[in-house]
């Protein structure tokens, strides 16, 4: 096998278990770890096909990264679809600023929401805390009002 493995783990009592494991990046590990990435990400998966991983050096930003996923109201049961979502000039994106979208589509310039998990928020820092406050004030001023995210994101490792 060449490629990726994801394992998704829920610790309790400091226990591990095994929640799923899938051959694909995971859709929220993705956003957080992909932009502290130095190294070509195509070096690296020419270098797996090749089976030269072991020589090329993986180097990655010496930054915090947190992710906050905005999702539609009323996720993952029922909530509403082709809802429109406006203020997207209004964000600050930019090197540590990103925006990834995952349920949204564009029509006639206009971007809406058609999964329940619509828009990843990310923002690498030197600390978690920077970053949270970057990510809160971002989906801020997108504010809309037919999604929500969780503010609990990152709290065992948030520095105060």
């Known amino acids: 096998y060449k490629g990726f493995l994801y394992a998704g783990l829920m610790i309790d009592k400091g226990e591990p278990f ?8 995971a ?17 690296i998966f020419q270098s797996c096909i090749d089976e030269k991983l072991d020589e090329i050096e993986i180097n990655w930003k010496n930054k915090k990264s947190l ?68 990510i809160h004030e971002n989906i801020e001023k997108l504010n809309w009002e037919k999604g929500f995210f969780r503010k609990d994101i990152g709290y065992k490792v948030i520095d105060k």
Request: aromatic share 10%.
């Open 27 to 43: 859709d929220s590990a993705s956003p957080t770890l992909l932009p502290t990435l130095v190294t070509d990400i195509i070096q």
């Open 67 to 134: 992710c906050v996923v905005l999702c539609s109201n009323g996720y993952p049961d029922k909530y509403e679809k082709n809802i429109i979502i406006n203020n997207f000039e209004k964000l600050s994106l930019n090197k540590n600023n990103y925006l990834f979208h995952a349920g949204t589509e564009k029509k006639d310039n206009k971007i809406y929401a058609i999964g329940g998990r619509v828009l990843n928020f990310i923002s690498l820092s030197s600390a978690y805390s920077d970053a949270k406050k970057n």
């Open 18 to 25: 095994l929640l799923e494991y899938n051959v694909r990046m």
